[in-house]
């Protein structure tokens, strides 16, 4: 009796010793779609993996999320770990709220900045001292109709890449409803009947204006040094959006007053040929009965490089009142895993594009609609990098919607679009800690 008392002692002290021995990481995270269960998934498996460090995840939308993250922080009650998204990161960082990552850090767990697209790496880094991890991409790209593309006599397998090979295309695909082309006698772009793509009004219009905008070699915004001043009023800009408001008054090859959401209808009914929107958008279409359609990098339709807007979600350890070094490391540990080229694969399953090139060059993605974009995805450009992502875009938005509307010339609508960014990141700066 007395030898078992003794050996049950000494399973108990064993068991509490392995418990004390864990370090226990909390986890905030917005994925709480489709994705959340892939990222359950692989909690479990860390967790399996790491016997000595046990994370506990909390889904909070994101909204939610940015809410409660800064006065998480002063209150000294911050999770171990968060995920941010590309718009609120910067501003996040500038504030204090996330804590650098050292190269020794990175190191150590086995973070290598090279092996990320570099666009979305450097979403995380400010003055050269990164303070998050890319786990999650997506990007804008373009959806077209490959039936629609044969019935016109063109390339189903080609779509096109160049601005003359989309106005080409645009007018092949475009149609009123007696079944004339644009240019042709009679043309009555009033009635269409089948169309290229709409280009639609804001948010998602806003966002794909930016990509091609972006193409002409605009920032939209100048660098800290410059006190973030935008800069979307230039002749380059200018340029790409006459180009796209053409798109739809001059070239007819659009609908008037097309919404993001009447496009989406339109792409499924076959109307609109091809739709310019987010990779979010596979599933969907590809549960349309009867729908056969391809995926491609939008078109370079500007004149200095290949550019589409991009979003991103990081992995990042946010300010502690008393750091705890133990979890300090065991945090990085669970982000260098969680962003591994493996982790990364599997995470793709739910939509999202690879961080990664050699996720994207790999054999396990090759099956995946989006493989065709492993080229398009290093000509990335997030919107990110200063504090008012918010103030920059409501400003953007309102001003391409005046131009493509008519309510304003495309000069003016951007003369006075980049007044008003002016002046709410103005106001902005003064919410900044001093640096």
Same mark, same amino acid.
């Given at each position: 009796?007395?030898?078992?008392?003794?050996?049950?002692?000494?399973?108990?002290?064993?068991?509490?010793?392995?418990?004390?021995?864990?370090?226990?990481?909390?986890?905030?995270?917005?994925?709480?779609?489709?994705?959340?269960?892939?990222?359950?998934?692989?909690?479990?498996?860390?967790?399996?993996?790491?016997?000595?460090?046990?994370?506990?995840?909390?889904?909070?939308?994101?909204?939610?999320?940015?809410?409660?993250?800064?006065?998480?922080?002063?209150?000294?009650?911050?999770?171990?770990?968060?995920?941010?998204?590309?718009?609120?990161?910067?501003?996040?960082?500038?504030?204090?709220?996330?804590?650098?990552?050292?190269?020794?850090?990175?190191?150590?767990?086995?973070?290598?900045?090279?092996?990320?697209?570099? %666009?979305?790496?450097?979403?995380?880094? +400010?003055?050269?001292?990164?303070?998050?991890?890319?786990?999650?991409?997506?990007?804008? +790209?373009?959806?077209?109709?490959?039936?629609?593309?044969?019935?016109?006599?063109?390339? %189903?397998?080609?779509?096109?890449?160049?601005?003359?090979?989309?106005?080409?295309?645009?007018?092949?695909?475009?149609?009123?409803?007696?079944?004339?082309?644009?240019?042709?006698?009679?043309?009555?772009?009033?009635?269409?009947?089948?169309?290229?793509?709409?280009?639609?009004?804001?948010?998602?219009?806003?966002?794909?204006?930016?990509?091609?905008?972006?193409?002409?070699?605009?920032?939209?915004?100048?660098?800290?040094?410059?006190?973030?001043? %935008?800069?979307?009023?230039?002749?380059?800009?200018?340029?790409?959006?006459?180009?796209?408001?053409?798109?739809?008054?001059?070239?007819?090859?659009?609908?008037?007053?097309?919404?993001?959401?009447?496009?989406?209808?339109?792409?499924?009914?076959?109307?609109?040929?091809?739709?310019?929107?987010?990779?979010?958008?596979?599933?969907?279409?590809?549960?349309?009965?009867?729908?056969?359609?391809?995926?491609?990098?939008?078109?370079?339709?500007?004149?200095?490089?290949?550019?589409?807007?991009?979003?991103?979600?990081?992995?990042?350890?946010? +300010?502690?009142?008393?750091?705890?070094?133990?979890?300090?490391?065991?945090?990085?540990?669970?982000?260098?895993?969680?962003?591994?080229?493996?982790?990364?694969?599997?995470?793709?399953?739910?939509?999202?594009?690879?961080?990664?090139?050699?996720?994207?060059?790999?054999?396990?993605?090759?099956?995946?609609?989006?493989?065709?974009?492993?080229?398009?995805?290093?000509?990335?450009?997030?919107?990110?990098?200063?504090?008012?992502?918010?103030?920059?875009?409501?400003?953007?938005?309102?001003?391409?919607?005046?131009?493509?509307?008519?309510?304003?010339? +495309?000069?003016?609508?951007?003369?006075?679009?980049?007044?008003?960014?002016?002046?709410?990141?103005?106001?902005?700066?003064?919410?900044?800690? %001093?640096?």
């Amino acid at each position: 009796m007395m030898m078992r008392r003794i050996l049950a002692a000494l399973l108990a002290a064993a068991l509490l010793s392995a418990a004390a021995a864990q370090t226990e990481l909390t986890y905030w995270h917005g994925f709480t779609g489709p994705d959340m269960p892939l990222m359950e998934q692989l909690i479990a498996e860390f967790n399996a993996q790491h016997p000595d460090i046990v994370v506990t995840a909390e889904a909070i939308p994101w909204g939610n999320l940015w809410q409660q993250l800064e006065p998480s922080v002063a209150a000294g009650r911050a999770p171990d770990v968060v995920a941010v998204n590309e718009d609120v990161v910067t501003g996040f960082i500038l504030r204090g709220a996330l804590a650098p990552m050292s190269p020794d850090a990175l190191a150590a767990a086995d973070i290598d900045p090279g092996r990320f697209f570099g %666009p979305l790496w450097d979403t995380g880094v +400010v003055d050269d001292v990164a303070y998050a991890v890319p786990v999650h991409s997506v990007m804008v +790209v373009m959806y077209y109709n490959k039936a629609a593309f044969a019935a016109a006599g063109l390339d %189903p397998e080609a779509p096109p890449t160049t601005r003359d090979e989309y106005l080409a295309a645009a007018r092949a695909l475009t149609t009123d409803t007696a079944g004339r082309h644009p240019g042709d006698a009679g043309f009555d772009g009033d009635a269409l009947a089948s169309w290229a793509a709409g280009i639609v009004s804001p948010w998602m219009g806003g966002t794909v204006a930016y990509a091609f905008t972006a193409q002409n070699g605009v920032t939209f915004v100048d660098g800290a040094e410059a006190d973030y001043a %935008p800069n979307f009023d230039s002749a380059e800009a200018e340029e790409m959006v006459q180009f796209l408001v053409d798109l739809v008054n001059v070239h007819q090859v659009s609908p008037k007053n097309a919404t993001e959401g009447s496009e989406i209808d339109a792409f499924r009914q076959g109307k609109a040929a091809m739709n310019f929107n987010g990779v979010w958008m596979l599933s969907q279409y590809a549960e349309q009965p009867g729908l056969d359609f391809g995926v491609a990098a939008i078109p370079q339709l500007g004149n200095e490089r290949f550019a589409t807007w991009g979003g991103s979600s990081h992995l990042a350890t946010p +300010v502690q009142r008393r750091p705890d070094a133990a979890k300090q490391a065991a945090a990085m540990t669970f982000i260098g895993w969680m962003t591994q080229p493996e982790q990364n694969l599997f995470w793709t399953a739910a939509g999202g594009l690879p961080t990664q090139p050699a996720v994207a060059a790999s054999e396990g993605y090759a099956s995946n609609p989006m493989s065709a974009l492993g080229e398009a995805m290093e000509g990335t450009f997030v919107l990110t990098g200063f504090p008012f992502l918010a103030q920059f875009r409501g400003a953007w938005d309102a001003a391409y919607e005046a131009a493509l509307l008519g309510d304003k010339t +495309v000069a003016q609508a951007l003369a006075d679009g980049v007044a008003e960014a002016a002046s709410r990141i103005a106001d902005g700066l003064q919410s900044l800690p %001093p640096r």
